[in-house]
């Protein structure tokens, strides 16, 4: 009897625990599913290619996004599963004064026409941003953030191969970008999507996903999106990521990358498929990249940006406290293809710390793979001036810092 007795105790104490754990969990379901397939299209652009074919426009896509996240966060508001971690909190502090400064610029900014819709634009990708982190901390479904940016890459790399022999999708001949249209925005993408997606595959395959990565990378003919594949694959080699069983085999891996990169980026790349059959998909644009007539550093592109660097630092020096307001490099017609630039121009010292402070807290707040993704969007400013007013890329920033809290979160847990 007192054994019965026993066994009842113990099957309602089961039954307890399970019932206080199915309530401690997150709700998921076809919410999630919504919100992982809006996700796949905003980091692959497919919506933007969707809308170009009669499709939603993108402004849809934002809201459904937003929308889905709210009304995750009200089903699961009681859930006592969101880690707490401090510098997800430093992160948010950015936002904040990120708000703040942008607020102010474009109130006092002369330039009100242009600086009020690059307000909209950067609070859209802010706001996707944070709906994103918000919602990977409440349902842990990082690693199903993985499979989607893994996806994404593995999208984009017939499309770019496809892209480079019968230009449909890019807007610069010669040059794949597949759904990206452009060129630097797709090697960037795919770089980091890359390194994002790389614990989805079984290490046997991993190299190969990574050449192919590579390949379509290369196709874009971005000299900044070459260094990011190398970035991403040099950090790859050194947490032993990829399939090499002996510390032999990843230095002789090392050093050819390194060989190969030198005979691309020398220029001897460009002459030795001179005269070649596939010469004939190449523009003047990408043979001057491949240092084919000259060096690889070398025509319009780097001559411009070359020009724009000197005005920029010009301008920084005509107002150096709090620059020439939101806009200013619109208006003017020379915006710097450099997000550290940009910010100098329009924001003086304040703007160039507020961009140095997006970094930083980025980097604070990664962990594991998330440090080569900061990496890659710290140099990536060098060559452009989106990365905060594109949802995509600020959805990376988002993984970054989701993926670091809740790693931060099960490590603790663990000990």
Not at 196 to 213: D, E, M, N, Q, S
Not at 348 to 357: A, E, H, T
Not at 372 to 400: C, D, K, R, W
Request: with cysteine; aromatic share 16%.
């Amino acid at each position: 009897m007192k054994f019965l007795e026993y066994k009842f105790f113990q099957v309602q104490n089961m039954n307890h625990l399970k019932k206080n754990t199915l309530q401690s969990e997150p709700k998921t379901g076809i919410t999630t599913f919504l919100f992982l397939l809006i996700y796949f299209f905003l980091v692959s652009y497919a919506y933007l290619f969707l809308f170009k074919n009669g499709g939603p426009k993108p402004l849809y896509y934002y809201l459904a996004f937003i929308a889905i996240s709210a009304f995750i966060a009200i089903i699961n508001i009681s859930s006592p599963n969101i880690p707490k971690d401090r510098r997800f909190v430093f992160f948010q502090f950015w936002v904040v004064i990120y708000v703040i400064y942008f607020v102010t610029h474009v109130i006092f900014s002369p330039y009100p026409d242009i600086a009020l819709p690059a307000l909209i634009i950067n609070f859209e990708a802010l706001l996707i941003a944070i709906c994103a982190i918000h919602v990977s901390l409440t349902l842990k479904i990082v690693r199903a953030s993985m499979w989607v940016m893994g996806l994404a890459a593995i999208l984009a790399i017939p499309l770019n191969i496809l892209d480079f022999f019968d230009p449909i999708f890019t807007a610069v001949p010669g040059r794949s970008a597949g759904f990206y249209e452009n060129p630097t925005i797709s090697g960037q993408m795919i770089a980091l999507m890359m390194v994002a997606g790389i614990p989805i595959f079984k290490k046997k395959i991993r190299t190969i996903f990574v050449l192919f990565c590579g390949l379509a990378i290369l196709l874009t003919f971005s000299r900044a999106a070459w260094i990011f594949w190398l970035v991403g694959f040099f950090w790859m080699l050194s947490q032993n990521e990829l399939k090499t069983r002996t510390h032999v085999k990843s230095i002789f891996a090392f050093f050819l990358v390194l060989m190969l990169s030198a005979f691309l980026f020398s220029g001897f790349f460009g002459k030795m498929i001179t005269g070649s059959k596939f010469e004939h998909y190449l523009t003047p644009n990408t043979m001057a990249r491949l240092g084919i007539g000259g060096k690889v550093m070398s025509g319009d592109s780097y001559e411009d940006r070359e020009n724009l660097i000197k005005h920029s630092i010009k301008d920084f020096s005509e107002a150096p406290l709090f620059g020439h307001g939101i806009g200013y490099t619109e208006a003017q017609r020379r915006r710097p293809h450099n997000m550290y630039l940009l910010f100098m121009s329009e924001g003086g010292i304040i703007g160039l710390f507020i961009y140095g402070f997006f970094i930083f807290s980025l980097w604070f707040s990664a962990h594991g793979l998330g440090k080569p993704l900061v990496i890659i969007l710290a140099i990536s400013g060098l060559f452009t001036h989106n990365n905060l007013e594109q949802p995509a890329m600020m959805l990376v920033s988002a993984f970054i810092v989701a993926h670091g809290a809740l790693s931060r979160h099960e490590a603790n847990r663990k000990k």
